[in-house]
C-alpha cells in the first residue's frame, strides 16, 4: 500500500527567509502524481502545487517549489521569501489517478515576525 | 466554475444519537466524490469514496456509512455516533484532470 511520511511534526521559520517542509513516500507505481497542500486555521484545504511524476522538471508556484526525486521517492517543498500568511498546517499527499488520496501526517509551519 | 458545499459547519450531538452530513458539488458532472475525516492535529483519512450513483466503497470499517443518492450528492450518515467519532470532516471531488481534488469548508462534528 502507498504511504506518505512527512518527518517533521512542527518546523519555524523567520518572516523573509526560506524554508524546506520534508516527505517522502512509497510506491510501486511509476506513474502518479503529488501535492502540497496547505490548512490555516479556518481548516480550508488549499493546494499549493502539484508534480506529475512523468515531468522531471520540478513545479513552481510563485514563491514556492518543490524539489522531486523520482528515485529516492522524495518531495520536498521549499517557501521562498516567508510571509505570515504561510503559517499553517501543511499535508503532502499522493494519488496514482482519478482515486484516493493518501496523505501525510502534516508539518505545522510557524512564522515567526 | 465548479464549488463544493458541506453543511452542516458545526455540529454537537450526543453519544448515540444519529448523524447526516450533507456535500453538494456544482459546476461539475459524474465527479469522485470522497469523505474525509481529520482528528485535532492530525492528518487527514479517507473514510468513503464514490464513483458514481449509488456506487460506494470504504476504506475504514466503523459505525459510519455513506450514500450518493443523486449525482452530485454525498452524504455521510451514523445510527449511533460514539466519542471517538468526533473530529472535522471533510468532503472533496476530483478532477480526472489534473487529478487535484477540491475540498468543501468542512464540517466539526463534536460528540459528547
Known amino acids: 500500500a502507498q504511504t506518505v511520511t512527512q518527518s517533521q511534526p512542527e518546523m519555524s521559520v523567520q518572516e523573509a527567509e526560506t524554508v524546506t517542509l520534508s516527505c517522502t513516500y512509497d510506491?510501486?507505481?511509476?506513474?502518479?502524481?503529488l501535492f502540497w497542500y496547505k490548512q490555516p486555521p479556518s481548516r480550508q484545504m488549499i493546494l499549493v502545487i502539484r508534480q506529475e511524476a512523468y515531468k522531471q522538471q520540478n513545479a513552481t508556484e510563485n514563491r514556492f517549489s518543490v524539489n522531486f526525486q523520482k528515485a529516492a521517492k522524495s518531495f520536498s517543498l521549499k517557501i521562498s521569501d516567508s510571509q505570515l500568511g504561510d503559517a499553517a498546517m501543511y499535508f503532502c499527499?499522493?494519488?496514482?489517478?482519478?482515486?484516493?488520496?493518501?496523505f501525510g501526517q502534516g508539518t505545522r509551519l510557524t512564522i515567526n515576525p | 466554475s465548479q464549488t463544493i458545499h458541506q453543511w452542516p459547519a458545526t455540529l454537537v450531538q450526543p453519544v448515540g444519537s444519529p448523524l447526516s452530513l450533507e456535500c453538494t458539488v456544482e459546476g461539475t458532472s459524474n465527479p469522485n466524490l470522497y469523505w474525509y475525516r481529520q482528528a485535532a492535529g492530525r492528518g487527514l483519512q479517507l473514510l468513503f469514496y464514490?464513483?458514481?450513483?449509488?456506487?460506494i466503497s470504504s476504506e475504514v470499517p466503523q459505525n459510519l456509512s455513506a450514500s450518493r443518492p443523486q449525482d452530485r450528492q454525498f452524504i455521510l450518515s451514523s445510527k449511533k455516533l460514539l466519542l471517538s467519532d468526533s473530529g472535522f470532516y471533510l468532503c472533496?471531488?476530483?478532477?480526472?484532470?489534473?487529478?487535484?481534488?477540491?475540498f468543501g469548508p468542512g464540517t466539526r462534528l463534536t460528540v459528547l
Open positions: 510506491t510501486s507505481e511509476s506513474d502518479y502524481y
Open positions: 472533496a471531488w476530483v478532477a480526472t484532470t489534473p487529478n487535484e481534488q477540491f
Open positions: 499527499a499522493y494519488t496514482q489517478g482519478a482515486q484516493k488520496l493518501v
Open positions: 464514490s464513483i458514481g450513483i449509488d456506487q
